[in-house]
């Protein structure tokens, strides 16, 4: 018997005896939407093929109609001397699944809020809350259709939170930057 057969067959005893295996780790620990609420700032340093790069880091994440926006920007020092400002805003709705959001950033033509289209090359946005974590995921399919899979997660800390980004692009080394965020007063 393969491997595969094996651990189909274990599965399917487990299944029977009512205990799941491959089950994802569920969110039912997951901490409301409306305690990421607020203003945060902060720094990260990053070493990326022998360059160091400083970056301020604000983020914002409100309630808005039907959901939540998560707004942030990122100034970027670099050695060299430039200096790079970005920033984005989204808004996300609820799903029929818990704790996973869907985001709204376009208009459809009878005026709601959608997601983008990825295969238009647009980023396609989502979110979910587990635990003390909310990501942020953002999947760009590149013109030969490659993908960049970008990933930011905001886990909540005693003071603030604490910043992870992930970016994974087909054929390249991954990237990734973290930082900590003070949470601002009201």
């Keep these: 018997m393969t491997w595969f057969a094996r651990l189909c067959v274990t599965c399917a005893a487990f299944a029977l005896a009512g205990v799941s295996v491959l089950a994802a780790p569920g969110n039912a620990s997951a901490r409301p939407i ?8 902060g720094h990260s340093v990053n070493a ?33 001397g430039n200096v790079t400002r970005r920033s984005y805003a989204i808004d996300f709705h609820a799903t029929a699944r818990d704790n ?7 208009r459809d033509v009878f005026g709601g809020r959608t997601p ?57 080394e991954p990237k990734g930057i973290t930082g900590e965020l003070r949470r601002v007063p009201e």
């Design 48 to 80: 990326t093929g022998g360059e160091f790069t400083a970056r301020d880091i604000d983020v914002t994440i409100k309630p808005v109609k039907s959901g939540f926006n998560v707004a942030w920007t990122t100034v970027t020092y670099k050695k060299s």
């Design 100 to 106: 996973v959001f869907r985001s709204a950033m376009r």
């Design 34 to 41: 409306s305690d990421f609420y607020g203003q945060y700032v």
């Design 116 to 172: 983008n289209d990825p295969m238009k090359g647009d980023p396609y946005v989502w979110a979910r809350v587990g635990g003390d974590t909310l990501t942020v995921y953002a999947l760009i399919i590149s013109e030969d259709g490659g993908y960049d899979m970008q990933v930011y997660k905001r886990t909540l800390t005693e003071n603030g939170m604490r910043l992870e980004f992930s970016r994974f692009m087909e054929g390249r």
